[in-house]
C-alpha cells in the first residue's frame, strides 16, 4: 500500500524557518517525481513545487521561489520541503504528493498534510 | 504565468448530469487531469491524462478536453459525489490549479 505521511508543521514566527519530510513507503520511491501542494484553510489547492525522481531537476511556484527549496533522500525513501522567510501568506496545510508516472504530472497519491501556521 | 479558470460552484439534482470547466489558454494542447477533494480529506485523483480514469474511479466520471477548455461530467450524480473539484495542468515544468469548484448536489 502507498503511503505519504508528512511531518515537521507546526508554529511558527514570520521570517522564520521549517523543514517539512514526507516519508514514502509501499512504492519504489526512486522512481517517481514527488511534488508538495498547499491549501490555506478554506481556500483551493496551490502548487507549491516538484523534483524529478533522480532529485536533479526541480520547478517552484513563482509565490515561493528563492525561499523554499525541495529535495529528496532516495536512500531513505523521504522528500523534504525547506521553507525560508516564512511569511502568513505562506499559512497553510502542505501535502506530499506522488505523481503517477503518466507524463501529465497527475498526482495518483497524497498524503494526509501537515499544518504550517506563520503568526507571532 | 499560466492560469486555469473554473466556475465557483455548480449545482445538480440528484441523478441528472452535472458538468464543470476548466478554461485556459490553448489548454486541449496539454493535458489535464481533476481531482476531486470531500471536506477533511486529501485530494483524489479521478480523470488524468484528459480522458482516463484511475482504478477504482466510477465509469460514470468522464473527462474531456480541446480548444481553450476542458471538462469533467459526472452522469447520474449521486449525493457522494458533493465535493471540490479541481482541474490541474503542467506547463513549461510549472505546475497549474484551477480555483476549484463547489459541486452541490440538491
Known amino acids: 500500500e502507498v503511503q505519504l505521511v508528512e511531518s515537521g508543521g507546526g508554529l511558527v514566527q514570520p521570517g522564520g524557518s521549517l523543514r517539512l519530510s514526507c516519508a514514502a513507503s509501499?512504492?519504489?520511491?526512486?522512481?517517481?517525481?514527488m511534488q508538495w501542494v498547499r491549501q490555506a484553510p478554506g481556500k483551493g489547492l496551490v502548487w507549491v513545487s516538484r523534483?524529478?525522481?533522480?532529485?536533479?531537476?526541480?520547478n517552484y511556484a513563482d509565490s515561493v521561489k528563492g525561499r523554499f527549496t525541495i529535495s529528496r533522500d532516495n536512500a531513505k525513501d523521504t522528500a523534504f520541503l525547506l521553507m525560508n522567510s516564512l511569511t502568513a501568506e505562506d499559512t497553510a496545510v502542505y501535502y506530499c504528493?506522488?505523481?503517477?508516472?503518466?507524463?501529465?504530472?497527475?498526482?495518483?497519491?497524497w498524503g494526509q498534510g501537515v499544518l504550517v501556521t506563520v503568526s507571532s | 504565468s499560466y492560469e486555469l479558470t473554473q466556475p465557483p460552484s455548480v449545482s445538480v439534482s440528484p441523478g441528472q448530469a452535472a458538468s464543470i470547466t476548466c478554461s485556459g489558454d490553448k489548454l486541449g494542447d496539454k493535458y489535464a487531469c481533476w481531482y476531486q477533494q470531500r471536506p477533511g480529506q486529501s485530494p483524489v485523483l479521478v480523470i488524468y491524462q484528459d480522458t482516463k480514469r484511475p482504478s477504482g474511479i466510477p465509469e460514470r466520471i468522464s473527462g474531456s478536453n480541446s480548444g481553450n477548455t476542458a471538462t469533467l461530467t459526472i452522469s447520474g450524480t449521486q449525493a457522494v459525489d458533493e465535493a471540490d473539484y479541481y482541474c490541474q495542468t503542467w506547463d513549461s515544468g510549472t505546475v497549474v490549479f484551477g480555483g476549484g469548484t463547489k459541486l452541490t448536489v440538491l
Open positions: 509501499g512504492f519504489t520511491f526512486s522512481r517517481y517525481w
Open positions: 504528493a506522488r505523481e503517477g508516472g503518466h507524463g501529465d504530472a497527475a498526482v495518483d497519491y
Open positions: 523534483i524529478n525522481d533522480e532529485g536533479i531537476t526541480t
